[in-house]
C-alpha cells in the first residue's frame, strides 16, 4: 500500500532578503580612488576592482599567505576573489554592495600588504 502524502502544511517563509541600507559603502569619487592607488602603488585598477598579485617562494608559502588572508577577509566581512598559480596569489578586491571601489577594498589591501613583508 502506498504512503497517502502529507496534508501537513508548511509555515511559509518570506524569501531571504538582505537590507543593504544598513551596510551600504560609499563607492569612492575618481578622485579618491587615484588618491588612494598612489599610497597603494602595488595595486592596480582592474574595471571596478582593484588587484594585486603576491609573489612567494613556493606553493606552500603562498597557501600559508591565502590562509592567514582568508581570516583578515573574514574578519572584516570583505571577501577578496583570490585566484593561485603555484607561487603567485592574485588578490582582487571590489565592494559589491557600492558597485565599485571603496575604502573597503583599499583597507584590506593594506592588511594584505602589512602581511607580505
Known amino acids: 500500500m502506498a504512503a497517502k502524502p502529507s496534508t501537513k502544511k508548511t509555515p511559509s517563509r ?7 541600507k544598513a551596510h551600504t559603502v560609499p563607492r569612492l569619487a575618481e578622485s ?12 592596480a585598477r582592474a574595471g571596478d576592482a582593484i ?6 617562494k613556493d606553493f ?8 592567514n588572508a582568508a581570516h583578515a577577509a573574514q574578519a572584516a566581512q570583505h571577501h577578496p576573489d583570490i585566484l593561485i598559480r603555484y607561487n603567485k596569489v592574485t588578490m582582487t578586491l ?9 575604502h573597503k577594498d583599499f583597507d584590506l589591501a593594506a592588511k ?3 602581511m607580505r613583508i
Not at 32 to 43: S, T
Open 60 to 67: 606552500l608559502e603562498a597557501m600559508a599567505f591565502v590562509t
Open 14 to 20: 518570506p524569501p531571504a532578503t538582505r537590507s543593504n
Open 112 to 114: 594584505l600588504d602589512a
Open 51 to 56: 588587484q594585486r598579485t603576491f609573489a612567494f
Open 32 to 43: 579618491e580612488l587615484a588618491d588612494a592607488l598612489a599610497r597603494h602603488p602595488d595595486w
Open 94 to 102: 571590489s565592494t559589491h554592495d557600492a558597485g565599485g571601489i571603496s
